[in-house]
């Protein structure tokens, strides 16, 4: 199998007083990529025809996301839960790719098990763009991150390949951890921007 | 004028030369215009595209490439705009209340499909927590979820015995359709409140979001629109779509008109 590569970050050069320090922006820039590399990483394991190991990455997996992918509440409104928009380059009949509706990210994981595929590689391509941090509670912000995703799955007598652009809500909160303080960072809701060959 | 708008015709040409070449996916990634906040730190100059650098010249070609390269009408309005936003030095910003989005989105009521459109302002909460907020909703009249298409009176005399027509109206499902046509023809339906007694009912369903448009009335003297264009080239993502001279007077007669707001929602806003 193949993994992500560590790829350079691009950050909003934007301004925007928040209460952050420069270098704690970069931190937590530096800590949302990483988040991005374990999640594509974790989908490979996720398309893996072991069974086991593909069921503990989807646990791996949601546990990256606000609500580890269930039902969650956030500033007074209740989500059923993480979802997960996709798109194929197969045509609709107006000859253009088709972008489905989103799903709930169980769904989707379930989905990518089931995927009827000997061999699946998930890859990162460019940088990730980090949006400014915005501030929405107490010690909680949220972003907006933005990356390129290389999907190739493998059969006998051909192959589908493509890359997503998708942009992903980011949620970040500083807590106190035994008398120092980090950086907690969920991923959210995913939208694909575009699909190309 | 005229060799202003032979250079952007050369620019568009070079966009289209670019995109009809071979472009890596992620070398197309960087170049697109990802997100609205980038949109904004490129049409700030704080941000720049692949190709452009930091100078002067090089804000104007950031403003340039924020055109969508394939729609080659209306560059008079295109370039002058782009002249005022550097003579005025015209800054976007996420707080700024003069930009609206606007989602356009697949409802179901009572099981039939329905196509709405909700509009959307950036706000900040008394300790300054940004959000969007709702202040707009359109289309509710136009599919018939609110049925406007005949006027109707309720009894002259109805008052005498404390309006015991009500019941009628309100609980036979054949009169409730039409209520909208018992109320004054001075009064107009206001589609937001209508929008919102539907989706707390439980008679509006969301289904799915088909699309943005952003709604620009920042730049003194005209109004510009923002879509996103999906395509795998340099010319890609957020960019503009339209551009529309407008002055004050047309800046407010579009947003009651066209963005269908309220009247007392203008007070207060300045263009």
Redesign the interface.
């Known amino acids: 199998m193949l993994f992500a590569a560590i790829l350079p970050i ?1 950050a ?3 301004n ?1 007083n928040i209460g952050l320090s420069e270098q704690e922006k970069e931190e937590i820039t530096n800590r949302v990529k990483q988040k991005i590399d374990a999640f594509l990483q974790q989908l490979q394991y996720v398309a893996s025809k072991d069974y086991e190991v593909s069921n503990e990455a989807v646990k791996t997996t949601l546990a990256l996301f606000i609500g580890q992918g269930g039902a969650y509440k956030l500033d007074g409104t209740w989500h059923n839960g993480v979802k997960m928009q996709t798109a194929t380059l197969r045509k609709n009949r107006h000859g253009r ?1 088709i972008y489905n ?2 799903v709930l990210m169980t769904r989707y994981l379930k989905n990518l098990q089931g995927l009827p595929y000997k061999r699946v590689t998930i890859e990162q ?3 990730v ?1 980090v ?2 941090l ?4 107490e010690n909680r912000y949220e972003t ?1 991150a ?1 990356f ?1 995703q ?1 999907f190739r799955g493998e059969r006998d007598g051909g192959y589908y390949s493509d ?1 997503t ?1 998708k ?1 992903v809500k980011v949620y970040v909160e500083r807590i106190d951890v035994g008398g120092g303080m980090t950086w907690q960072i969920y991923l959210g809701d995913m939208k694909v ?5 | 004028m005229r060799m202003r708008a032979l250079t952007l015709l050369m620019m568009v040409a070079m966009m289209a030369v670019q995109a009809l070449g071979q472009r890596p ?6 170049a ?1 215009v ?2 609205i ?2 949109f ?2 490129r049409f ?1 100059g ?2 720049h595209h692949l190709l452009n650098d930091a100078s002067q010249s090089g804000r104007r070609q950031d403003l340039l490439r924020l055109y969508d390269a394939l729609d080659t009408t209306n560059l008079v309005n295109k370039l002058a705009m782009v002249d005022t936003i550097l003579q005025r030095n015209t800054m976007l910003s ?1 707080n700024s209340k003069m930009w609206y989005a606007e989602a356009s989105c697949k409802m179901t009521y009572h099981k039939r499909d329905v196509t709405l459109s909700l509009l959307f302002r950036t706000e900040q909460t008394p300790d ?4 969007w907020a709702l202040v707009g909703a359109d289309g509710l009249t136009a599919s018939g979820v609110v049925d406007i298409s005949q006027w109707l009176r309720i009894s002259p005399t109805d008052h005498e015995v404390n309006f015991m027509s009500l019941e009628s109206m309100i609980n036979i499902d054949k009169n409730r359709r039409h209520f909208a046509g018992y109320r004054s023809r001075d009064i107009d339906i206001d589609q937001l409140s209508a929008f919102i007694a539907l989706v707390q009912s439980g008679d509006l369903v969301f ?2 979001c088909q699309g943005v448009k952003y709604h620009f009335l920042n730049v003194p003297n005209f109004i510009f629109i923002v879509e ?1 264009y ?3 080239n340099t010319n ?2 957020w960019l503009i779509s339209d551009v529309i001279p407008a002055d004050r007077d047309q800046k407010e007669d579009y947003l009651l008109n066209t963005l269908k707001l309220k009247q007392w929602y203008l007070e207060g806003n300045s263009f």
């Open positions: 691009m909003s050069a934007q925007y790719p509706k989103p391509v460019g940088a763009r949006d400014n915005r501030r929405v509670g907006m933005y390129c290389y890359n652009w942009s921007q575009n699909i190309t060959k | 996916a992620d070398l197309s990634f960087q697109s990802k997100s906040d980038e904004m730190a700030n704080q941000e996420y300054k927590l940004d959000h289904d799915y996103n999906f395509r795998e890609s993502g």
